[in-house]
């Protein structure tokens, strides 16, 4: 589980906080599940995978958490 702590709308892409305190994670649009926009704030789940040569960490399968429904998300 994390945070969202940057979004660019334009570029596609953002980065997570992990609350396990792990490095700070790169997310793609791609990577996103049940919603096609993430907002600074946001508190997904996902999971930590590689990229296809096998070197840079990212997030994928993301999806955003019941907290931030809760907290009421800007439209």
């Given at each position: 589980?994390?945070?969202?702590i940057?979004?660019?709308?334009?570029?596609?892409y953002?980065?997570?906080?992990?609350?396990?305190?792990?490095?700070?994670?790169?997310?793609?649009?791609?990577?996103?599940?049940?919603?096609?926009?993430?907002?600074?704030?946001?508190?997904?789940?996902?999971?930590?995978?590689?990229?296809?040569?096998?070197?840079?960490?990212?997030?994928?399968?993301?999806?955003?958490?019941?907290?931030?429904?809760c907290?009421?998300?800007?439209?």
């Open positions: 589980m994390g945070k969202v940057y979004g660019n709308r334009d570029r596609h953002g980065f997570i906080r992990c609350d396990d305190g792990g490095d700070d994670q790169f997310v793609h649009v791609s990577a996103l599940i049940d919603t096609g926009t993430l907002y600074v704030g946001d508190v997904v789940l996902f999971e930590v995978t590689r990229d296809s040569r096998g070197r840079r960490e990212h997030a994928a399968n993301v999806k955003l958490s019941w907290k931030s429904d907290e009421g998300r800007k439209s």
